[in-house]
């Protein structure tokens, strides 16, 4: 007898065991102990005692219960591995489509999860809160705060036991020899101690250390750099590194993992805001250090909740405390409140929007892809029912139980999906490492920390349950729903079954889901096209960029004037070199400046402000970028510090200040420089996009200054070299670095590779979606081509009687091509009624396009067609090349 037998017969005895005697002869026992003069209760317990506790026989029951349950599922395992090796093409096909589809979640998941969810390595996160200050008016406009509100907040919060001030700074050094900048952070000196963060060697800042300005010049390394950059062991502690000039020791080595709050970066150090005058000597305006001004905002808050308290109540308390600031100093906070939010949700507020966006796109459309490829295989188990319907029929003849066959049928799908699960994870751990190498604008991709952890892992192991239920469940209820009497006469019918309506059906909807993607893809694509070839405003073409940063090296203003000079006489002389011309900044390069002015005939008061975009550029900026001066003169090298303050403005800014006048001439104050002159506009020129690319028109004013009034810690050099010479930034770098070897040079790049970074959130989302949808078309291909072709095998032998009556074999493929468009058709009208829904979900990505754009709907219409009749047409020639006779003879 075997073990599985033994089991089903000990099951059978016990349970009738408790259905019927066992109840008798305990209740025949206890009456006789009654008799015999027992108490009740005495007389029960020992009726028990003589046949054994009902309990532990219930208990023992479930057990052999629980035996049978493993054994069942082990013989279904057993015989679903032995069916899947039967069928190595189908097994093959199955799988790989499955990881394809799971892959892809996987890899998007790693970037997302990273981007978004993964909790940063600190102590008790739940308790740490991040403060932003927003806009009263327009809620999706967030900023810092200055160093006051920090002395301001720390003071008065009381749902806080602490509160911490951090912020990304530059610095240059030299490191082997070679100058270069270094990005770490400069932080309060309780920033470790809110946190939690223990150091991995020596120790923390010291409270003391953050007190007096300059007093203690002591920094703290990230692990990364202490193990990669500078190579050194334990030994570390008490060196020191220079900063701007600066020396300062090293205290301490943060731990492995820890890179700040800020997703995506990689500070190679900390140092105390006590140390801003060494780290960020040019942190000033007109010579005067912005540290303690309460309208610079440039500091993060980060506070650690007291025992009890919630965010709600510090976000309540926040509120009370940006009142308060706004009532003492309406001139800088008028207008603004301070949200708080968790370290979680801190990165899904609308400030972090275009990340946020780009991460859901991607997930919906992987998902889509998940979809497509279920159905997929859904629709080949249905193909591989209908093969083993003899199969089912005989097993359900012979007693299997409906429940039974489910099992048996849901059991194979898992096993496909663990399988397919399997592969995506060995095709996700080549596919993140080369999403990694797509950099991110503002994000060290290595910090990322992308992989298959055991995040990625639990996250396609849920997948695999979830594919099993979307494709193994739908099947497994077909298939097992089987006429007995017909099967086995070899009656079954498959044209205009039930099943056959379902693989139309599954066919149908994975064309509708890829004609969603296309129109996507389409759209960004378009998009991506539009913003590469939109209208500047300037000539980008061989322009050169290298920027520098003179107050990092400890340059006085007397000797910056001396440098800029010196440097642009040397690179104009280069050869290969047209023009070029110094900026504070370069256009599109996502650094910012700007200040409110007053205006001052131009009927508005002396109180009422309007905020400007601004730029200092030298003589020939507007000549080397290709600027058209329309009306007045350029800047001039007699436009100096000392000489009459003068501007130029856009086209557009003078058009919204002085409507109807003359702009030469008329004047204007910086509401930040008050007390000096006014300033004359002495020319002029085109409209441009020179801060953001996004703008549809130049709605936002746009003043230029020049270079050589006042001091300019950091300039950006433009070269505009002569056609066909590309790239100039390693002769440029050399004349730069040979008036100054020590200097740093940085951001050596192409106006071009710089203007293409800027969408690179974009880029990657018309290359991302783009793949996908064609791995979609794929899939659907496939699933369409399997369905025309089961369809086609089926109906051989009516094929054969159409051929023998006459039917020619254009009239066989044109009837199969029919069938098959016109699934596609359905599934096109479906997914236009998607796509129509879906991408409006698109418009904060798009740019020139509409989601709704006639020409992208077209083309995705006729790729899907293309693709369809391709996919129809291999299966229609097969069926009309069938021999009349062997047709008639098939089944």
């Not at 023992?60 to 349950?69: A, D, G, I, R, Y």
């Not at 370290?343 to 796109?361: C, K, S, V, Y």
């Not at 009239?811 to 058709?825: N, S, T």
């Amino acid at each position: 007898m075997s073990r599985w037998d033994w089991l089903l017969g000990r099951r059978k005895r016990m349970m009738k065991d408790l259905d019927g005697d066992i109840r008798d002869y305990i209740e025949r026992e206890t009456q006789d102990n009654i008799e015999r003069g027992m108490p009740p209760e005495e007389a029960r317990y020992a009726a028990l005692r003589k046949f054994g506790n009902v309990t532990r026989v219930k208990e023992e029951t479930w057990e052999v219960w629980s035996f049978v349950w493993l054994e069942q599922l082990w013989q279904d395992v057993r015989f679903g591995l032995r069916q899947l090796r039967r069928s190595p093409g189908f097994t093959a096909v199955a799988v790989l489509t499955l990881a394809l589809g799971i892959g892809a979640n996987a890899t998007i998941f790693s970037l997302a999860d990273s981007l978004l969810f993964r909790p940063l390595p600190v102590a008790e996160p739940g308790r740490l809160v991040n403060f932003l200050r927003q806009n009263v008016d327009k809620p999706g406009n967030y900023s810092s705060f200055s160093h006051p509100d920090y002395q301001d907040f720390r003071g008065q919060a009381k749902t806080l036991s602490a509160l911490a001030a951090y912020s990304s700074v530059s610095a240059s050094t030299t490191l082997n020899g070679e100058a270069s900048l270094l990005d770490g952070e400069i932080v309060s000196g309780n920033y470790f101690s809110v946190l939690g963060i223990k150091p991995a060697l020596g120790r923390t800042f010291l409270p003391e250390e953050d007190q007096a300005a300059g007093s203690h010049s002591v920094i703290v390394l990230s692990a990364d750099f202490w193990r990669h950059r500078i190579n050194s062991g334990p030994g570390i502690i008490g060196k020191t590194l220079p900063l701007n000039g600066h020396s300062f020791t090293v205290i301490g080595v943060a731990p492995a993992g820890f890179r700040g709050l800020y997703v995506g970066s990689s500070p190679a150090y900390w140092v105390t805001l006590a140390m801003h005058e060494q780290v960020m000597p040019s942190f000033t305006f007109e010579g005067h250090s912005l540290f303690d001004a309460r309208g610079c905002d440039w500091l993060d808050f980060v506070g650690r909740l007291e025992p009890g308290r919630t965010v709600a109540e510090a976000q309540a308390e926040a509120k009370t405390l940006a009142g308060r600031e706004a009532a003492a100093y309406p001139e800088d906070r008028k207008g603004w409140t301070v949200v708080a939010a968790s370290l979680t949700e801190i990165r899904l507020l609308p400030w972090n929007a275009d990340t946020t966006r780009l991460m859901g796109l991607l997930m919906a459309v992987v998902g889509l892809v998940l979809l497509i490829a279920c159905s997929n295989v859904a629709g080949l188990l249905l193909a591989r029912a209908s093969a083993r319907r003899m199969e089912i029929g005989i097993r359900t003849g012979l007693g299997a139980g409906r429940s039974r066959l489910v099992r048996q049928l849901l059991t194979e799908s898992l096993m496909l999906s663990l399988l397919g699960s399997i592969s995506a994870l060995l095709l996700a751990r080549f596919a993140i490492p080369l999403l990694a190498t797509i950099r991110l604008p503002g994000r060290d991709a290595a910090a990322l920390g992308l992989g298959v952890d055991w995040r990625v892992l639990s996250f396609t192991l849920v997948l695999a349950a979830f594919t099993t239920l979307v494709f193994g469940v739908m099947p497994a209820l077909a298939a097992s729903k089987v006429d007995v009497a017909e099967t086995l006469k070899g009656a079954a019918r498959t044209a205009g079954s039930p099943k056959a309506r379902l693989r139309q059906t599954l066919v149908v909807s994975q064309i509708a889901l890829s004609f969603l993607l296309l129109v996507g893809s389409g759209l960004l694509i378009r998009t991506l096209r539009n913003l590469l070839e939109m209208d500047l405003g300037f000539d980008g073409r061989n322009l050169s960029l290298v920027s520098v940063n003179l107050g990092m090296a400890g340059y006085t203003e007397a000797r910056a004037r001396q440098f800029y000079p010196q440097v642009l006489e040397r690179v104009r002389a280069s050869a290969g070199v047209r023009s070029a011309g110094w900026a504070a900044t370069a256009p599109l390069s996502g650094l910012h400046i700007a200040d409110d002015i007053v205006l001052e005939e131009s009927g508005l008061e002396r109180d009422q402000r309007v905020n400007a975009d601004l730029n200092w550029v030298s003589p020939k900026f507007f000549s080397t970028l290709g600027i058209p001066v329309i009306a007045g003169r350029d800047f001039t090298l007699q436009d100096r510090d000392g000489a009459a303050r003068v501007a130029v403005v856009t086209a557009s800014t003078a058009r919204r200040f002085w409507p109807g006048k003359n702009p030469l001439g008329q004047r204007f104050w910086m509401h930040s420089r008050r007390s000096q002159p006014g300033v004359e506009v002495v020319g002029v020129v085109r409209d441009g996009k020179f801060y953001n690319s996004w703008q549809k028109n130049c709605s936002t004013p746009f003043v230029f200054l020049p270079f050589n009034q006042g001091f300019q810690s950091q300039g950006t050099l433009l070269v505009r070299g002569e056609t066909g010479i590309g790239s100039l930034g390693v002769s440029i770098r050399r004349e730069v670095q040979a008036v100054d070897p020590s200097l740093p040079v940085f951001d050596v790049t192409t106006f071009q590779q710089q203007f293409r970074e800027g969408f690179l959130l974009h880029r990657l989302g018309a290359i991302v979606v783009g793949a996908f949808g064609i791995l979609a078309l794929v899939l659907a291909a496939v699933g369409l081509f399997g369905l025309v072709s089961f369809s086609v095998g089926q109906r051989t032998h009516e094929m054969g009687v159409r051929m023998a009556i006459g039917a020619q074999h254009r009239d066989v493929i044109a009837l199969v091509l029919r069938e098959g468009l016109a699934l596609a058709a359905v599934g096109m009208a479906a997914g236009l009624g998607g796509a129509l829904a879906l991408t409006r979900l698109l418009t904060g990505l798009l740019y020139g396009v509409r989601s709704t754009d006639p020409l992208t709907i077209t083309l995705a219409v006729l790729t899907l067609a293309g693709v369809v009749l391709l996919a129809c047409y291999i299966p229609a020639r097969r069926a009309a090349n069938v021999d009349p006779m062997v047709a008639l003879r098939y089944e």
